[in-house]
Nanobody, 130 residues
């Protein structure tokens, strides 16, 4: 059973930075993608960034390009989301998820899509004040 745990959320002022961590364990497959999603109050959950296990390629939605960086530390089975130049509109609950399907299909230039991801963490709150 895949187990996913996020950490690192908090409250910052606009322009500040946070680094989220996603610890994933219990893998029985080699090829996967890990995605970060977020859900703002009153809005649907949206994909933010993803990374493939096969080639470490990364993809971002337009609203975070140039500000967020996703990376992985395979030795620690951990994926990070470095968030810089945070804006109030980045506020929300951030979720990490694992796609057990083919990563070339689930982590593309369009970013991660919720329906393609199978194993989810409980989420971590990020609040950015103006």
């Amino acid at each position: 059973e895949v187990h996913v745990v996020e950490s690192g959320g908090g409250s910052v002022q606009a322009g500040g930075s946070l680094r989220l961590s996603c610890a994933a364990s219990g893998f029985t497959f080699d090829d996967y993608a890990i995605g970060w999603f977020r859900q703002a109050p009153g809005k649907e959950r949206e994909g933010v960034a993803c990374i493939r296990s096969t080639d470490d390629n990364t993809y971002y939605v337009d609203s975070v390009k140039g500000r967020f960086t996703i990376s992985s530390d395979n030795a620690k089975n951990t994926v990070y989301l470095q968030m810089n130049s945070l804006k109030p509109e980045d506020t929300g609950v951030y979720y990490c998820a694992v796609s057990e399907g083919g990563p070339y299909a689930t982590c593309t230039s369009s970013g991660p899509l919720e329906d393609d991801y199978d194993d989810w963490g409980q989420g971590t709150q990020v609040t950015v004040s103006s």
